[in-house]
């Protein structure tokens, strides 16, 4: 929902429950300390501003409704999940995101260094994917020398294996800590 939609429907809220405690109070007699010099005593007891009164209410609340619950079950469509291979005289070739993403992680798990890769692709509107990868590598590995080889690599790989053109492979390195000690055998 967007940010003037909410304060459309904030707005719209508050100005319907101020107009029922008032309506509330009038009808219950209770006495409310602004004097309109009787004003809506007047409206309310004329027959003219009980169906002013009858009529006004419920368009509110059902502008009110329409605001809130219309606008906020508004289906947003799902995120593309192939990418554009080639269109030809004959038709066009897609390839699905998560084939990609097979490749990607098939090349990860094949470089070495690396202990495991998680990896993010989405389609970028200018044509193309772009790739995201959060690595875990093992201890004393030269980091820049890794990363660059491995953006060059796998781009090169995924562009010439499935023919989508890579945009950015974007890489951040979460852990590069030493390997957990090995537990020892237990005797039984």
């Known amino acids: 929902m967007r940010v003037w ?17 008032g309506v509330a109070c ?18 309310l007891e004329s027959r003219t501003g009980l169906w002013v009164t009858a009529v006004s209410l419920p ?3 059902l502008l009110c409704g329409l605001v809130i619950f ?3 079950t508004k289906k947003v469509p799902p995120p593309p999940t192939t990418a554009l291979i080639q269109t030809t005289d004959i038709g066009s070739m897609v390839i699905t995101l998560a084939a ?18 998680e990896t993010q692709l989405e389609l970028v509107p200018e044509g193309g994917i772009r790739i995201s990868i959060k690595l875990s590598v ?5 980091l820049v020398e890794l990363c660059e080889g491995l953006q060059q690599s796998l781009k090169a790989y995924i562009q010439d294996h499935s023919g989508v053109a890579v945009q950015d492979v974007s ?3 979460a852990n590069a800590g030493a390997l957990p000690a090995p537990t020892p055998p237990t005797v039984v």
């Open 171 to 173: 890489l951040m390195v």
């Open 138 to 142: 093992l201890p004393d590995t030269p």
């Open 5 to 21: 939609y909410r304060i459309l429907a904030a707005f719209l809220a508050l100005l319907l429950l101020c107009v029922c405690i």
């Open 59 to 61: 368009i509110l609340a």
């Open 100 to 117: 990609l993403e097979g490749m990607a992680q098939r090349h990860i798990r094949a470089t070495p260094r690396i202990k495991e890769g």
């Open 26 to 43: 009038v009808m219950l007699k209770i006495p409310y300390s602004i004097d309109l010099n009787g004003t809506a005593d007047a409206i």
């Open 70 to 72: 219309v606008r906020a």
